[in-house]
């Protein structure tokens, strides 16, 4: 029983290098040798964690963006990206898959939801100024990842395809053409064509299910490991004046 | 330790490196180091507060999406068919204040010069603002607290008067044949929206702002102007692209059947 248990703790401890943390050491430990956990800092300000603060909208968003990953992997096993297959692909998911029609609700609300959370982020970020040096660039990849969501959601848009999904791309990548020197050969290139139809489902998917979520994955792990460096969310100072100014 | 006198006391680290070590100046360095001038501490250790904070964050997340799902069903239409337009074709919800600003002006302008110019600013924030300076406060002060509110109020009401009577009245069509179309269509527009930016900004500089303040008045500007556009694009425009009351579209459409 004894060597049972060695073995157990054993085990434990070659996974979880920390003792229980209920003390200082152990609670810093639990933070730096964990990759999750080490997202974070060992110690963060009171204020940061104010709700009416940040209202996590950045949480949020990598949670949706999360909920977006597992329920679009379960989506894929259901799908073929071809103009003759897609469409009754979405119809046997909605009457015949179990749960098929909670799993696309789930993406579709989801895809609207992180539109919205992303935009609200920035716009916490602007108001609270926590784009303010030293965290200036972290505020440039914001705006790329951002840009990234609309596209995640706007290739995804055409997948269904049905009217609402082709009428919707044709309308919003005719925009694209309206550049004067380049725009109708970046239109051509999104769709493969002149028009909505097999290139661009196939080139769509692709953007959607591989190349957007690789980028933002990448661009996310680079905007919070600079929030990490730069010493957590961007917060009053608490000397009453304020003043670092360099 | 208690029976021992000051005079057998050994000598303290610091005394004796008094002592042997010998100090010099070997370089100034500029720049703050991490506490001077801070006030106490105020961190508390991250675990487990912020683990359980997220967790409870992600649960409430999933179970309001979730809830929303078994209420709402996601749209489909028929399947695609390029030979029957809908009407009207409309963008996703969030392309709608690009699609929107289309309708009242040159493509070129309004679909790819006022988005890039846009974005370019959105991206120049940090360097056009670089002071530290109430970094981590809703708003930097009560005058910012103002100075966004006012704003607000300005674009709110400004954005749908200039919709509505771009539509309405479109000078563009009036003036039709009496000016080249490129004055009309991009030079008439660029400078409409000219003069509504710059106003706020000319009452703004009689109070001599700082650039933290400049920059809130043309942030909240755009984003005020961009949710109103939005808004329109996606609620108020039906069938042929007209302006509607989103309930009072006619025939069977539903600006929501869009999402």
Redesign the interface.
Known sequence: MKKIKAFISRVWKSIFRHGWPDNPLDRALVMTSNLFLHLHPVKVNRKSLRATYSFGLGVISIIVFGVLSVTGILLMFYYTPTVERAYQYILILETQVPFGQLLRNLHRWSAHLMVIVVVLHMVRVFYTGAYKPPRQFNWVVGVFLLLLTLGASFTGYLLPWDQLAYWAITVGTSVAGYEPLMGETIRTTLLGGPEVGQEALTRFYALHIMVIPAIILLLTSIHIWRVRKDGGLAVQETDKEGETDD | MTNQSPTQRPESFSETARKTKTYSLVELVK??TTMV????D??????????I??LL??LG??AV??L???L???????????T???DP???????MG??EM?EHGH??LM??LMPGLM?LF??A???I????????????SQRGKRI?LYTTIYAVVIMPLYIYFDSTFPLREILRGQLPDFVLQAVLPALLMGIIVVLPLLVLMRINPTP?EFI?TL?TLL?VSAVVFTLTGFLFRGPGFELYWPWNMPGDYSPW???
Do not use: C
Request: charged share 15%; glycine share 4%.
């Open positions: 720049g703050p001038d801070r006030g106490p105020e961190t508390i250790f991250a675990f487990p507060i912020v683990a904070l997220e964050l992600t997340v999933i999406l979730l929303m799902s078994i709402v069903n996601a749209p489909l239409e028929e399947i695609a068919n390029p029957v337009t809908t074709a409309k963008a996703p919800w969030y392309f690009l699609q289309l493509p070129t679909a790819i974005v959105i991206l924030i940090p360097y603002d670089n002071s530290r300076k109430g970094a981590g406060v809703w708003f930097t966004t933290r809130m942030f984003f059947d869009n999402l």
